[in-house]
C-alpha cells in the first residue's frame, strides 16, 4: 500500500462528495446518467466477490475461502446482521481450512 | 453557534428522537467491527497503522477502502486499486444529490456534512419523514459512525499486526463483508442483472487481465442501466 493510494483516494472520495452535495446540489441530472451511476455499487461489488473468493494472483481456484463466502451469502440472505455475517465468513473458513 | 447547538439538543432530547439515536449507535458499533475488518487487512496488505487510520480519517467510505485494499493485497497496481475505489466512491456522489434537498446551513457546515455522505447516513435520514428528523438522523448517525470507524481501524490495524490473518479466516472477511453490502442492491431486477453481469465479467477477465483491472471491467455492466426501466 502506497501514501499515492491514500492521499489520491482521500482527495477524489471527497471531490465525489462535495461535487454531489454542494456544487451539483438540487440541480438534476439526466436521470439514465443518474440510474447507471446508482448501478456501481451492484457491479463492482458483485465483481469484488467473486474475485476475493475465487481468484488467486491470475488462477481462478475453489477453496476454504468459497466455503466461508457461501454460508455468509446464505447469512446475508435471512438478514443477519453484519456482524454476524462478516464472523461465520471468517470463521468458516479458518474451520474448513484446517480440517483441509 | 450556541443557539443552534441548544437547538440540536434540545431535537435530540426529543421523545420521537430516541428510536434515531438507537439505530445510530447500532450502525455506529457495527461499522466499528467493520473498521476492525478493516484495519486487520489494511496492514496485511502491507499497509502500516498510520496508513489505515488516515485512510479511514480521510477518505472515510467503506467500499472504497475495502476494495483499494483487498486490489493491494491480490497484488494489483496502484492505479487499479485507485480505479475501483474511486468509482465506488463516485455513489457518495449520488447520496450527496440526495442529500442536498434535506441539508442546508452555511457552507463550512455543509463541507462537513460532505465528509459524512455515505451509505449509511443518506439510508438514516432518507427513512425519516419529518425535515428535522431527517437533519438530526443523518447528523448523528454521521458522527457516530465517524468516531467508531476510525477507533475500529486503529484497533485492527494494531491488532493486524499481532496476528496472521490467514488463520483467522480474515481473508474471506472482505467477500463476506461484501455479500453483506451487496444484498440490498439486489432488491430490484435491475440491480440483480448488473450484479450477475459484473461478476461474470470479472470471472472472464481474471486469466487474461492484470491482477484488479477485472473490476473495472466488472464497471461496464452498469451499461444495463441505458435500458429505461
Request: one cysteine or more.
Amino acid at each position: 500500500m502506497t501514501w499515492t493510494l491514500v492521499l489520491l483516494l482521500a482527495a477524489a472520495a471527497y471531490s465525489f462528495k462535495v461535487l454531489g452535495l454542494i456544487v451539483i446540489g438540487r440541480r438534476q441530472l439526466p436521470s439514465t446518467l443518474e440510474r447507471c451511476l446508482a448501478l456501481i455499487p451492484a457491479a463492482l461489488i458483485a465483481a469484488l466477490i467473486v474475485n476475493d473468493t475465487f481468484a488467486d494472483g491470475k488462477d481462478l481456484v475453489l477453496d476454504a475461502r468459497a466455503a466461508g463466502v457461501a454460508v455468509a451469502a446464505v447469512a446475508a440472505w435471512r438478514r443477519a446482521p453484519l456482524i454476524v455475517v462478516i464472523v461465520l465468513g471468517a470463521a468458516v473458513t479458518a474451520t474448513v481450512r484446517q480440517l483441509g | 453557534m450556541r443557539p443552534r447547538l441548544r437547538s440540536l439538543r434540545t431535537q435530540i432530547s426529543a421523545p420521537e428522537m430516541r428510536p434515531i439515536l438507537g439505530a445510530s449507535l447500532t450502525i455506529g458499533v457495527a461499522a466499528g467491527v467493520f473498521a476492525i475488518a478493516f484495519g486487520v487487512g489494511a496492514v496485511a496488505a502491507g499497509g502500516t497503522v498510520l496508513q489505515a487510520c488516515v485512510m479511514s480519517l480521510l477518505v472515510f467510505t467503506g467500499a472504497s477502502q475495502f476494495s483499494a485494499v483487498s486490489i493491494v493485497d491480490s497484488g494489483g497496481s496502484t492505479a487499479s486499486a485507485l480505479g475501483s475505489a474511486m468509482l465506488l466512491a463516485a455513489r457518495n456522489g449520488v447520496y450527496g444529490l440526495t442529500m442536498a434537498r434535506h441539508l442546508d446551513g452555511s457552507l463550512g457546515r455543509r463541507l462537513v456534512a460532505a465528509q459524512l455522505t455515505i451509505d449509511e447516513t443518506t439510508a438514516m435520514a432518507t427513512a425519516q419523514d419529518a425535515p428535522d428528523a431527517r437533519r438530526a438522523a443523518f447528523w448523528i448517525t454521521g458522527c457516530a459512525i465517524f468516531v467508531c470507524w476510525n477507533l475500529g481501524t486503529l484497533i485492527g490495524a494494531l491488532a493486524g499486526e499481532a496476528i496472521d490473518p490467514e488463520t483467522y479466516g480474515l481473508d474471506a472477511a472482505f467477500p463476506a463483508g461484501f455479500v453483506a453490502m451487496l444484498a440490498p442492491h439486489l432488491r430490484s431486477r435491475t440491480g440483480r442483472a448488473v450484479a450477475i453481469v459484473g461478476a461474470l465479467i470479472c470471472l472472464a477477465t481474471v486469466p487474461f487481465a492484470p491482477i484488479g483491472v477485472p473490476i473495472l471491467c466488472a464497471a461496464t455492466a452498469v451499461l444495463i442501466g441505458l435500458r429505461p426501466p
